[in-house]
DNA sequence: ACCTAAACAAGAATAATTCCTATTTAATAA
DNA sequence: TTATTAAATAGGAATTATTCTTGTTTAGGT
């Protein structure tokens, strides 16, 4: 579980919607609040399934939408992975994911380092016509103990 | 297109498929021979639309079918994208794409050198408990000039 | 030339996601 | 505060992507 865990300011949420010109529903603040209290990679089926029993008449459908609409204004990003299910991340920066192919799990990842290595390695190749955004890198990895975290830093 | 082309030596791809335990069928040579002569990522709808019209009574579920036991034999790999479809690569070396914002190409990129420093960096770092097997980039960025390609190496 | 396990075609079924529209609501203004 | 209204939602239908089922065909071994 995240850090900052289930207890997010639902205020700092609500100005996050409004300055993206979004209307603070409550549906909108109780999915990016879901989205935001895990470090998990939710599916819109598992966020729905979250956040149902203390809003009994969400709709699935509203989820689904609410996501999308989380990134088109840049306060979600997906995450594609193998299976053929789209996974949403509320976290913005600049981090990577590492899939354990034994528990199924993706692990955030972030690591300043290895982000100016790229970084600036990329710069350094100045693939001519292209302009790099940003980017991601996926590790695939198993855990040697699938019970224990792995340990970063 | 890739720089082989479409004429890709039949026999050779026969030798994989049994080589991988797999009935050298004409559906399965004609579907590894289309995503082995492209260097886009095609999706099995693109792959049964491209072999179809000379092969008329394939079915699409044998494309899925066949993707997937390619991938299962280590003979294709899945390149899962933001859209909501599988898409598939039949190379199988260390490779990074890049994911073209402005014309949505998936371009490929293979560079030794930022291999090596990413792994050896992942290796400096030893996080505990974590098994790296293999990563893989993506970079998102955009053509300056999408009419041209970009200029690797 | 057989034999047979494996693979295929065709289409039905399922799963994931999107669309539609009558109703509700958040935000703004009176 | 209340009225107004454009935007968002619920609920369900529709669509799209993928998987499954089953009778028929075929590759590869004898
Ligand atoms: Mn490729
Ligand atoms: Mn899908
Ligand atoms: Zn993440
Ligand atoms: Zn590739």
């Given at each position: 579980?995240?850090a900052?865990?289930a207890h997010?300011?639902?205020?700092?949420?609500?100005?996050a919607l409004?300055?993206?010109g979004?209307k603070a529903?409550?549906?909108r603040?109780?999915?990016y609040?879901?989205?935001?209290?895990?470090d998990?990679h939710p599916?819109?089926?598992?966020i729905?399934?979250q956040?149902?029993?203390?809003?009994p008449?969400i709709?699935?459908g509203?989820v689904y939408?609410?996501?999308?609409?989380?990134?088109d204004?840049?306060?979600?990003r997906k995450v594609?992975?193998?299976?053929?299910?789209?996974r949403?991340?509320?976290r913005?920066?600049s981090?990577?994911?590492i899939?354990c192919?034994n528990?199924?799990e993706?692990?955030d990842?972030q690591?300043k380092?290895?982000?100016?290595?790229?970084?600036?390695?990329?710069?350094s190749?100045?693939?001519?016509?292209?302009?790099v955004?940003?980017f991601?890198?996926?590790i695939?990895?198993?855990?040697l103990?699938?019970e224990q975290?792995?340990?970063?830093?």
């Amino acid at each position: 579980m995240r850090a900052s865990g289930a207890h997010i300011d639902l205020s700092a949420l609500k100005e996050a919607l409004s300055c993206a010109g979004l209307k603070a529903t409550q549906q909108r603040l109780v999915i990016y609040q879901c989205l935001m209290a895990t470090d998990k990679h939710p599916t819109a089926e598992e966020i729905f399934e979250q956040v149902r029993p203390s809003n009994p008449s969400i709709s699935l459908g509203t989820v689904y939408k609410t996501l999308e609409t989380l990134v088109d204004s840049q306060l979600a990003r997906k995450v594609p992975v193998s299976e053929n299910k789209m996974r949403y991340d509320a976290r913005m920066d600049s981090h990577h994911h590492i899939y354990c192919t034994n528990t199924g799990e993706i692990i955030d990842f972030q690591d300043k380092e290895l982000e100016m290595i790229i970084r600036q390695y990329l710069e350094s190749r100045q693939i001519k016509n292209l302009e790099v955004q940003n980017f991601n890198l996926q590790i695939r990895a198993n855990k040697l103990n699938p019970e224990q975290d792995i340990l970063i830093d």
